[in-house]
């Protein structure tokens, strides 16, 4: 009899829980099946990251087909919104699968602090590079944040620890990850599996934004709306243009990235929609459950709340004060209608807001352009290391009287 492998994407898939009452869990697991970036099933996307300034990368064909407008003018319009740093190329990856945990934190000021010191604290997150993902926010708290880790140790003694001693932090919370369900307006691998990669924005927001700024017309919006919604990841490139540029067979590279994508689906490319920088605020809405809710129904809150297009992005937690976090933008959406939603939910206990003008990362990431760093990337693999280091200094402590950062 031949063992079995447990591969993703086969019939075998996560079939080793079932070999116990409780099936195993935990935040960091490693499936068996995933590869590194630097595996070939991985070579057209790191071609077309590599050259996506020249969009002839993408499928061009598909979207003149769709939207009647000549090949070379959305080569054109693309390039415009790369270099205008409206859009980025970018992947998300299922961290939980290939031996991460990913945790958010949110992180509460007190009453009496100073905007110099928020101010101090918010560039000490920018130029943390084990920090991913992370958010300014105005409201009901002052930042959420993430960082993919295997080792909590580290977490806590590197980024938890150092914020939690800046003297003029009321409060830190962990808030790690269960489910992964959108971002950026995808639709990720936590989403229920009908929905996956699915590209979604209201009708109302969509008017709302076409009319509301200038620097992305309805052609524009169609480009990325294309692209993002494909129905497979093998019509999201010009495989023979890839090959042109990498020497790579096109057939072997459309072949791989699909078995990685559209069926063992830990990896979504996708293009990132830079909201700051087109003036809009992301409003988020930080939701507490009762305690007796329970975990079935937690999922079945949460899959209720994907199917609200408004939402851009959906985070559902584990073992922390909060459960779920979703996002709308403030300017494009009726957030008192989102809100009144949210209050007719019996299981939810409590609910914060705040809005976020200042995206830090988008995952690795920089988005800080005014600093020339735009889209540098720093990964942070924690793997077999030890940053459990003594003393810990206070994060980004500002001093009232000629003090520096410490």
Not at 325 to 346: F, H, I, K, P
Request: hydrophobic fraction near 40%.
């Amino acid at each position: 009899m031949t063992e079995k492998q447990y591969l993703l994407g086969t019939d075998e898939q996560q079939q080793w829980m079932r070999e116990y009452t409780f099936a195993p869990r935990g935040n960091g697991f490693k499936e068996p099946g995933v590869l590194g970036m630097d595996a070939k099933e991985f070579s057209a996307f790191n071609v077309a990251k590599s050259f996506y300034q020249h969009p002839e990368v993408f499928n061009l064909k598909l979207v003149a087909e769709k939207t009647g407008v000549a090949e070379s003018e959305i080569a054109a319009r693309l390039k415009r919104m790369i270099d205008r740093r409206l859009i980025m190329f970018v992947k998300n990856s299922s961290v939980s699968a290939l031996g991460f945990g990913l945790y958010y934190w949110i992180v509460k000021m007190k009453k009496d602090c100073p905007p110099q010191a928020k101010a101090q604290l918010a560039e000490w997150i920018q130029n943390k590079d084990e920090i991913c993902t992370g958010y300014l926010t105005e409201g009901d708290f002052d930042f959420f944040c993430g960082n993919h880790m295997r080792v909590l140790d580290n977490l806590l003694c590197g980024v938890i620890e150092p914020i939690r001693r800046n003297r003029w932090v009321e409060s830190i919370h962990l808030c790690p990850i269960r489910r992964d369900v959108r971002e950026s307006h995808v639709n990720l691998w936590d989403a229920p599996k009908a929905d996956y990669r699915r590209y979604l924005w209201s009708d109302a927001q969509k008017t709302n934004f076409l009319n509301s700024q200038n620097e992305m017309d309805a052609t524009d919006f169609a480009i990325i709306d294309i692209l993002n919604n494909v129905t497979s990841i093998e019509d999201f490139f010009d495989y023979e243009v890839l090959g042109q540029l990498s020497g790579l067979d096109p057939a072997a590279m459309k072949k791989d990235l699909g078995w990685i994508v559209d069926h063992q689906r830990y990896v979504v490319p996708m293009f990132y929609f830079n909201y700051q920088a087109l003036g809009l605020n992301m409003h988020c809405y930080l939701i507490r459950l009762f305690q007796n809710v329970t975990s079935c129904r937690k999922e079945q809150i949460v899959d209720e709340l994907s199917q609200y297009p408004e939402f851009n992005n959906i985070f559902e937690f584990s073992d922390g004060i909060y459960d779920i976090l979703v996002s709308a933008y403030a300017q494009l959406t009726d957030l008192d209608a989102l809100r009144t939603m949210l209050d007719g939910y019996a299981e939810i206990e409590e609910v914060w807001e705040a809005d976020s003008p200042r995206q830090f990362r988008r995952w690795t990431a920089r988005l800080d352009k005014d600093a020339d760093m735009w889209e540098e990337c720093i990964f942070t693999d924690d793997f077999l290391q030890d940053r459990t280091s003594w003393p810990i200094e206070p994060a980004g402590e500002w001093q009232e009287k000629g003090g520096e950062e410490r």
